[in-house]
Every structure is written in structure tokens, then in C-alpha cells.
């Protein structure tokens, strides 16, 4: 068995195989880090800031990584209602929790649902626009690790990105959650073949004094856009991309039942703190 670690994604992935297989392995490394040189937000030279920068100008031809993302998120707003929006960078900008690169105050901001495709790789936006794809693009990143290492040759592994995590293979992987009111506990929630877990959490954050990560796309009130929460969400699916993306959808929701989970296969699963 191989287990490696690199700091990327703003975190640490890690990516074990059954197989001692190095070339592959580091391949797998290099999507990770693909995705975020194209996706990054902290990157002002990245095809997001890009995006952010332009898409409401002109018509920008996109990596198809970048599309497919943009794709999917899409219809991830579309089927919870609006509720995953990745339309919110400014509010996080504004938070200090992402850098500022584009002076937006003086426009009215449009979301997700005003990029426009032109061709399948083609994009414009109807406004302007300040995306952040950080509740997306780690589940991407992760899922594009597998398939890496798939075509690769390895028949079975697990990559690991801060706690989005994808088993494939003939082996399973046992899965832990931290216990939301005492962080450094972990809940062992069973074992994981062929599939992805994501798991939104404050876990070590001091909620008095910093911001949530979560935003909720409907606020109005300023005191109300940072979801304020102390319980652990997490989402089973077939690939990390949703899996990652459908936590937001759970926090915000507050509910097992919203009917996008069943759409797209997934299974929320919430612990109490």
C-alpha cells in the first residue's frame, strides 16, 4: 500500500492505493493541482478571477474542467432552489475571507443562474459577477484525482482532500467524522466502496469572533448572510463533486428531505451538537 500528502486546495490531500505505483500517484497529484490553478480564487491569474473579471464584457473560451463545473453547478442551483449559489465571492470579500482582486462595489452582482453558455466551453454572463467555487471545486479536484489514477492503473485507492474523501476499488475504506461538540473525537460512521463523502463543519473555528464560510444566498440582512451554525453536514454520493456542493444545500436547509438530494443519488447525514 502507498499513502502520499500535498498541500493543496487550501488543505492537505492525501491519496492512498492498494498498488506501489509512484508515476501514478503523482499524476493524480497534478489534477488536484490543475484544479486549482484554473479554479483558484486566491489566484488573480486564474481562469475564475478571469471569469470574474470579464464574463460580463466579453465571451471568455473556458478550460472544460472549468466548464464542467460551471455546468454542474448550475444545475445544483437549479435543483435546490437557488439555495447553492456560487454567485457569493463578494460576501466572502467582504468577510476577509477572500482577497479582494476586482473593485465590484458599484455593480449590482448577479449568481451562477446569469452565465450563459454560447458553446459547450463558451461562456458570457448577462451580469457581473464574483463566483467563489470553493464549495464545489475540491469535490471536483478529488474525483478528478480517481479518475486519474483509474486510467492510470490503479484498481483500487482513496483521495482524501480535508475531509471530502472518494473510496474506489475493491476495498472498502472506514470513514470518521468529527463529533461537533468535542472536535478532536472522531465518529466512526462505517465503511465507504466506491464512493464520496463531504462534510461541512466550525469545527475548530472561533465562532465568536470569525465569519462562517457559509453563506446564505437569500439573506437580506447583513447579520443573517453567514450561516451561524454548530452541527456537522455531511453528504454520500455517487461522485465528491456533488457530494461537496450538496453539504451547503444541508446546512442551509436544515433538512434530510430536500428533494435535490434524491435527484442527484445523495444522502445527507446531519450530527447534532
Not at 498541500?7 to 505505483?21: K, M, N, R, Y
Not at 493541482?33 to 488573480?44: A, I, R, S, Y
Amino acid at each position: 500500500m502507498m499513502v502520499r500528502c500535498q498541500a493543496l486546495l487550501g488543505t492537505f490531500v492525501e491519496i492512498s492505493t492498494d498498488q506501489e505505483d509512484s508515476q501514478a500517484v503523482d499524476k493524480a497529484f497534478a489534477a488536484v493541482k490543475q484544479v486549482q490553478d484554473l479554479m483558484g480564487f486566491h489566484n488573480p491569474l486564474s481562469e475564475l478571477s478571469q471569469i470574474n473579471r470579464w464574463a460580463h464584457q466579453v465571451s471568455l473560451e473556458l478550460h472544460p474542467w472549468t466548464a464542467e463545473v460551471l455546468s454542474i453547478a448550475q444545475e445544483i442551483h437549479q435543483q435546490s432552489n437557488g439555495l447553492f449559489n456560487c454567485g457569493i465571492g463578494h460576501r466572502l470579500v467582504s468577510a476577509g475571507l477572500l482577497p479582494r482582486h476586482i473593485d465590484l462595489s458599484r455593480h449590482k452582482l448577479g449568481g451562477i443562474e446569469d452565465i450563459y453558455f454560447l458553446d459547450s466551453q463558451l461562456i458570457s454572463s448577462s451580469k457581473p459577477i464574483c463566483l467563489d467555487l470553493g464549495g464545489i471545486a475540491k469535490g471536483f479536484a478529488v474525483d478528478k484525482a480517481v479518475e486519474s489514477l483509474i486510467s492510470n492503473g490503479i484498481e483500487s485507492g482513496c483521495v482524501n482532500a480535508g475531509g471530502d474523501l472518494r473510496v474506489f476499488g475493491t476495498s472498502p475504506s472506514s470513514v470518521q467524522i468529527r463529533n461537533p461538540r468535542m472536535p478532536n473525537q472522531l465518529i466512526d460512521i462505517g465503511s465507504l466502496q466506491n464512493g464520496a463523502i463531504a462534510t461541512s463543519g466550525l469545527y475548530f473555528s472561533r465562532r465568536d469572533q470569525e465569519q462562517s464560510h457559509i453563506i446564505n444566498p437569500f439573506a437580506q440582512d447583513e447579520s443573517e448572510v453567514h450561516l451561524s451554525f454548530s452541527d456537522s453536514y455531511s453528504i454520500l454520493a455517487n461522485e465528491c463533486v456533488y457530494a461537496d456542493a450538496l453539504t451547503k444545500v444541508l446546512a442551509l436547509s436544515r433538512g434530510h428531505t430536500h428533494p435535490c438530494f434524491h435527484y442527484f443519488s445523495a444522502q445527507a447525514i446531519r450530527i447534532a451538537a
